[in-house]
């Protein structure tokens, strides 16, 4: 089959960590007969530089007529002073509202042969880490009326976290549907003990589970969720909230699974269309940009993420995850996940490895 992939390689190590993607990709449509057809396109930070914008309308254009975009890095130091609308960061939310992408899924697994790395007390891992988060991607105080005004103790600012059933809905509906497929268990995050949208979300998950009998459903509080994700990260299996909430979680489950370097993540909308990219996607690392010592595994997962939601190509997507597990097994580390013992590669070596592992 054939396949139009939107590449935006983007700022910092993006450009090197996707080079090492399209090696994969390129493989697996040797081996499985396959023809990937790639578009480069500008967005965030170089866009800035080039374009004075973050987002071209013709990198929109080529996304919106693409089959899936598939992103390196977005983000740096350089552009942290412009206003809102002109950060790199703009591109991201942009194409996440314009492309529909209202699910962001992002898995943290704690891969075997990183058991050691993981920062936490092996006895509260025993269980291992295998969680996805499904965060709603474009609602909430990311896209709610929001401004700046005159009060009457001086200026003040607001970004209003308002949230629909129907938007709640077919978020829950997305966590339930891909819990059948795991461990059968949901744990929507929350703050209804003090928020009127976190009621109606509480309410509405509620609702929506009752077509989902036999998955388990758990509602706890934000506070509570983040203190649990780290002495019980065994106990959860799909985990729901909201834009901002999903955020924050995110990045701590990020931070406990050995290397955040490998984590993948997939934005996807109501049509196959979707956008996949680096968990950590504002952390572009520019300082050791171009110096080939970049971890790609990241973007490579989330290719991998790119065939199984938007192409249905599952059983390539796991070719994919077994040629990096077994890289990982075989000691293979990029300097940022380098402990003693194991074998020093660069971020072009780490993709050949993947490369030459793959197979049917
Ligand atoms: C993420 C990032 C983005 C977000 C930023 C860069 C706008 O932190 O994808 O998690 O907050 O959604
Ligand atoms: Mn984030």
Request: charged share 25%; hydrophobic share 40%; glycine share 8%.
């Amino acid at each position: 089959m054939k396949f139009n992939v939107a590449l935006i390689p983007g700022d910092g190590i993006g450009p090197e960590a996707i080079e090492q993607a399209v090696k994969v990709l390129d493989k697996v449509g040797e081996i499985f007969s396959h023809e990937f057809k790639y578009t480069k396109v500008y967005a965030g930070g170089s866009a800035v530089d080039k374009y004075d914008k973050p987002l071209p309308e013709e990198t929109l254009d080529i996304c919106k007529k693409s089959d899936a975009v598939l992103l390196g890095a977005i983000g740096g130091d350089k552009w942290s002073n412009l206003p809102l609308n002109k950060k790199p960061e703009k591109a991201l939310l942009t194409l996440r509202k314009e492309l529909g992408l209202y699910a962001n899924l992002r898995p943290a697994v704690l891969q075997r042969s990183l058991k050691n790395d993981c920062p936490l007390k092996s006895e509260l891992v025993k269980d291992g880490i295998d969680m996805i988060i499904i965060r709603e991607l474009t609602g909430g105080m990311y896209s709610g009326e929001k401004g700046v005004r005159q009060g009457k103790d001086g200026k003040e600012a607001y970004d209003v976290e308002c949230y629909s059933e129907n938007t709640v809905r077919r978020i829950a509906s997305k966590a339930f549907e891909i819990a059948l497929k795991r461990r059968k268990k949901v744990t929507s995050i929350d703050k209804a003990n003090v928020l009127e949208s976190s009621m109606l979300w509480r309410n509405t998950v509620n609702e929506v589970a009752k077509n989902y009998p036999e998955v388990e459903l758990e509602q706890i509080y934000v506070d509570s969720a983040s203190m649990k994700i780290l002495k019980n990260p065994g106990a959860f299996d799909v985990v729901l909230a909201s834009n901002a909430f999903g955020d924050i979680i995110a990045d701590e489950a990020s931070q406990i699974v050995g290397s955040i370097g490998t984590l993948p993540a997939a934005s996807l909308g109501e049509k196959s269309l979707g956008m996949f990219e680096p968990n950590q996607i504002h952390s572009s690392v520019q300082d050791i940009a171009g110096k080939n010592t970049a971890n790609p595994i990241a973007v490579i997962m989330s290719s991998a993420m790119m065939l199984r939601y938007s192409f249905n190509l599952n059983e390539e997507a796991s070719a994919i995850e077994k040629a990096v597990s077994e890289t990982l097994e075989n000691g293979y580390r990029t300097r940022d996940m380098m402990t003693d013992g194991m074998k020093l590669v660069g971020t072009r070596e780490m993709g050949d490895v993947i490369a030459k592992l793959l197979s049917k």
